[in-house]
């Protein structure tokens, strides 16, 4: 059963699926005959919107020797994605460079129409949507709407149509499947279930894995530890919830994963993390599995419906106002204020993660130590004048 009711399951916590030749056999009909597919992915792809697109265009290829491009929204900013798209050699287009026009399908894969990280082209109609990302949408006027949130990630959902129907796949393709179901489900810790488990069994015996090593272990430039410093610094630990803001970064990307890293600490149970990029503030939540309050309705909650997710990880993104005195650091504020109410951490419980406001740091060090050498050139300077 392929059903656009998010309560519904077609089977994602079995250990077997079921319905994967019905889903396949539904799929073929809606792209038989196609001879131009494009498949749309999610804004800002991650590997999991990579993975899943590129195991697509290799069924597409495979049953119907059509080549189908990959267009997106936003950019891959993370070196391990680029890393991804290098390796396996995945080509994606920008999606404003094209005109939707000249294909004649299109496949959205890792998020739906609807949502917020779905930037289709005003009126494209996607004839097949993929996705596992909880949805307050209706996808009647897909018609071949392949969704379920019971699914760990969207490379499962593409994984199970290959490998449970039999279809032999290629090194790359289940390279790329591997570690999109890898980074979606946190190493098959976060929303997996036995199915995704099984997928990933499959698809990670035929992986390149020193491919999937240079991925993971793909060096970061200095620019990196430059915002990490930043995180941890500006870090503060209010009752059992964590927040912290990173400032203008390269790529949204990063909040995500400084989430994850402080989501690490003892004691934990929430975790905020946001810094902004051209016109949008980024955030990120993390939470503890079965709280009442869940991760997503608070991302709704706090930045006026620019976000939502899943239980226990969610993000917002919210435009920052165009006026001059626009100030993301006030923003910040704001929204910290807004979740610790939300999630009822008790603001007088504040603590710094590392160091106090206003505590010696390598900037104010380096600052001194500048100021010094200055002074120590001037003095130079003078007894030169002198003799
Ligand atoms: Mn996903």
Redesign the pocket.
């Given at each position: 059963m392929t059903t656009t009711d998010p309560q519904a399951s077609n089977g994602a916590s079995n250990g077997a699926h079921a319905e994967a030749p019905q889903n396949l056999r539904r799929l073929l009909s809606v792209a038989r005959g196609r001879r131009r597919p494009l498949i749309h992915l999610?804004h800002n792809p991650?590997p999991?919107?990579l993975g899943?697109a590129t195991a697509l265009q290799y069924m597409f290829e495979r049953f119907f020797g059509v080549q189908a491009v990959l267009a997106y929204t936003g950019r891959v900013g993370r070196v391990e994605n680029r890393a991804m798209l290098r390796h396996l050699n995945i080509k994606i287009r920008p999606s404003y460079k094209i005109d939707y026009d000249d294909y004649d399908l299109v496949a959205v894969v890792?998020?739906h129409p609807g949502s917020g990280t779905c930037q289709l082209p005003k009126g494209v109609v996607p004839d097949v949507v993929i996705?596992?990302?909880p949805s307050l949408n209706s996808l009647e006027d897909v018609e071949f709407p392949y969704y379920d949130p019971e699914f760990?990630?969207?490379?499962t959902m593409v994984g199970a149509l290959l490998v449970e129907n039999g279809i032999p796949i290629s090194t790359r393709v289940a390279t790329a499947l591997t570690y999109?179901i890898k980074t979606?489900t946190m190493d098959l810790s976060r929303g997996a279930t036995p199915l995704d488990e099984r997928i990933f069994r499959e698809v990670y015996a035929v992986a390149d894995k020193r491919v999937l090593s240079h991925i993971e272990r793909a060096r970061v430039p200095q620019e990196y530890f430059v915002v990490l410093e930043r995180a941890l610094r500006r870090a503060q630990v209010t009752d059992f919830a964590l927040t912290t803001f990173l400032g203008e970064i390269d790529h949204s990307d990063m909040v995500a994963e400084v989430a994850d890293l402080l989501f690490r600490l003892d004691g934990i149970k929430w975790v905020m993390v946001s810094g902004f990029n051209g016109p949008l503030l980024y955030c990120s939540i993390r939470a503890l599995a079965g709280k009442d309050v869940k991760a997503g309705a608070v991302a709704r909650e706090i930045s006026s419906g620019k976000g939502g997710g899943h239980d226990t990880f969610a993000a917002a993104q919210i435009p920052i106002p165009e006026s001059e005195d626009a100030d993301p650091g006030q923003m910040y504020e704001d929204l910290r204020e807004r979740f610790l109410k939300e999630v009822r951490a008790k603001k007088s419980l504040t603590r710094p993660l590392t160091v106090p406001p206003g505590a010696q740091t390598s900037d104010s060090v380096s600052q001194s130590r500048g100021e010094a050498l200055a002074r120590e050139a001037d003095r130079e300077a003078e007894a030169r004048e002198r003799s």
């Open positions: 999610q991650d999991d919107a899943s890792d998020t996705d596992h990302h760990g990630s969207t490379s999109g979606d």
